[in-house]
């Protein structure tokens, strides 16, 4: 409560209770047959009253002072703790502001953070790429038809893969020595090379073609009725994953081959695509 109005609800209640006592003062009755003794009394009467009224009023001013001074400690409560709740305010506003920063910062490092992981995979993806480009673009191997032993192989009555069991060379291991097959590990351009030959005959000539996915592509022949001879062709063939080039043995004619690898079958790639 305010000291101000406090103040003037006290002077009003001291006003009041001033004109309470003169009023009671001037209105008492005294009976007939008493008045001389009333009016001879009055001086003490009055100076009784006066008495009476004097401890009450300060009795009130007492009163009244205690609740002004309890109002006033209780009002001095009140302003600290609105200050204390006000700093309070301010603190955690403050702190609000600051979790929002945080979280806006915390929001602005998780977006970097997912592109700096997205260019790291970019660039990991990049190294095993360059990693088995690298290793594909070594691929050449060569081998000779018999990986023991000398001999003709044939004649058949049909065409026949030729199997170069003895492997001299085959870095990327797309030539497998157990079927005759090779097999492109990337697309690009290779280069096949064979060299055949065999003992001259009258009925039997020595052959061989080149063959891509079925498909024919060049051969060698030598004919001749006795003594050895031998023929060699190749080409540069543009393949792509997993095509696959291998030779064949023409029917009815023959190859040979011993300890000196007279008959081979080599490969390499010149370049990708």
């Known amino acids: ?113 997912a592109a700096v992981t997205a260019r790291s995979n970019i660039t990991e993806n990049q190294v095993e790429a360059l990693n088995r480009d690298r290793q594909v673009k070594r691929v050449a191997f060569s081998a000779s038809l018999r990986a023991s032993g000398s001999g003709h192989i044939g004649p058949f009555n049909t065409h026949t893969t030729l199997v170069f069991r003895y492997v001299v060379t085959n870095i990327g291991n797309a030539y497998n020595p157990n079927t005759g097959l090779f097999i492109a590990p990337v697309r690009g351009v290779y280069h096949f090379e064979f060299h055949v030959g065999a003992g001259g005959h009258r009925s039997y000539a020595s052959s061989a073609f080149l063959v891509k996915n079925g498909q024919f592509i060049c051969s060698a022949w030598e004919e001749q009725p006795s003594h050895y001879g031998s023929s060699s062709n190749g080409a540069s063939l543009p393949l792509e994953v997993g095509d696959v080039v291998f030779l064949r043995l023409w029917k009815n004619t023959r190859i040979f081959d011993n300890e000196s690898h007279h008959s081979t079958f080599s490969g390499h790639l010149l370049f990708t695509m």
């Open 1 to 113: 409560m305010d000291i101000t109005v406090v103040c003037q609800l006290l002077l009003l209640v001291l006003s009041l209770f001033g004109a309470q006592v003169h009023s009671d003062a001037g209105n008492q009755i005294v009976p007939h047959g008493k008045q001389t003794e009333t009016q001879g009394a009055e001086p003490a009467n009055a100076s009784h009253q006066q008495q009476t009224c004097q401890p009450d009023i300060h009795a009130v001013l007492r009163e009244m002072s205690a609740l002004l001074a309890e109002q006033k400690v209780e009002m001095t409560y009140l302003q600290n703790e609105n200050k204390a709740q006000a700093a309070k305010l301010r603190e955690l506003e403050g702190q609000k502001t600051q979790v929002d920063s945080l979280k806006t910062q915390l929001q602005a490092q998780a977006v970097e953070l």
